[in-house]
């Protein structure tokens, strides 16, 4: 069974650079995964930052960046800003129909 | 503007069945694979089903394989999801999102509903 494995948590000074990570525990990332990051604040529905591997999604500030980094998908945030405290959670195609989604990584900017 | 609607939660006992519903609007319905994705109480987000433009490709998570049948109506614009034998596990907000492609399990930008909360409970 593919299991998709984010960073628990990460924690970043505000106005610093943070690279969270989206992989396989059998393969590697590649564009035809897909790889989309969703933002979500508590009891809010989760919103697209990211989709398509490095497209960035209206309204996003340029701040956040999607790309593949080695053999998984990431997203950087540079010059993170208290309102980027959030969980993130990515989502990869594994084919045939299928997506499967990360833990999430909850992100703490202070 | 994309917008989804879904409906149909409640709380149910053990071993029923329920059938939860989308309603799209913004798009044009028969053109996107559509997708169920779930939130468990405090957990994480977790890709349930999805369906192909057609209906034709049905596609599952193994936790709800051979439990659960999701459908759609092209001349309705909406989503279904048949939830049967259901169990404490499955209680979860359900939310029914657009894809980027004609298969499913492909995301895009598109704005999430606010979910239907499906309850399990003795």
């Known amino acids: 069974q593919t299991v998709v494995t984010q960073e628990p948590s990460f924690s970043v000074s505000p106005g610093a650079t943070v690279t969270l990570t989206c992989g396989l525990t059998?393969?590697?990332?590649?564009?035809?995964?897909?790889p989309t990051w969703f933002q979500q604040t508590p009891g809010q529905a989760p919103r697209t930052v990211i989709y398509?591997?490095?497209l960035r999604s209206s309204g996003v500030p340029d701040r956040f960046s999607g790309s593949i980094l080695g053999n998984k998908a990431a997203l950087t945030i540079t010059g993170a800003q208290a309102d980027d405290e959030s969980d993130y959670y990515c989502?990869?195609?594994?084919?045939?129909?299928?997506?499967?989604f990360g833990g999430g990584t909850k992100l703490t900017v202070l | 503007e994309v917008q989804l609607l879904e409906s149909g939660g409640t709380l149910v006992r053990p071993g029923e069945s329920l059938r939860v519903s989308c309603a799209a609007s913004?798009?044009?319905?028969?053109?996107?694979?559509l997708n169920w994705v779930r939130q468990a109480p405090g957990k994480g987000l977790e890709w349930v089903s999805g369906?192909?433009?057609?209906?034709?490709?049905?596609y599952y998570a193994d936790s709800v394989k051979g439990r659960f049948t999701v459908s759609r109506d092209n001349s309705k614009n909406t989503l279904y999801l048949y939830m049967n034998s259901l169990t404490v596990a499955d209680t979860a907000l359900y939310y029914c999102?657009?894809?980027?492609?004609?298969?499913?399990?492909?995301?895009?930008?598109?704005?999430w509903g606010r979910g239907t909360l499906v309850t399990v409970s003795s």
């Open positions: 989502v990869l195609y594994l084919g045939g129909g299928i997506s499967v």
């Open positions: 999102v657009k894809g980027l492609r004609q298969t499913s399990g492909i995301f895009g930008n598109d704005p």
């Open positions: 059998s393969g590697s990332v590649s564009t035809g995964s897909y």
């Open positions: 913004g798009f044009t319905f028969s053109s996107y694979g």
């Open positions: 398509n591997t490095n």
């Open positions: 369906i192909s433009v057609s209906g034709g490709g049905t």
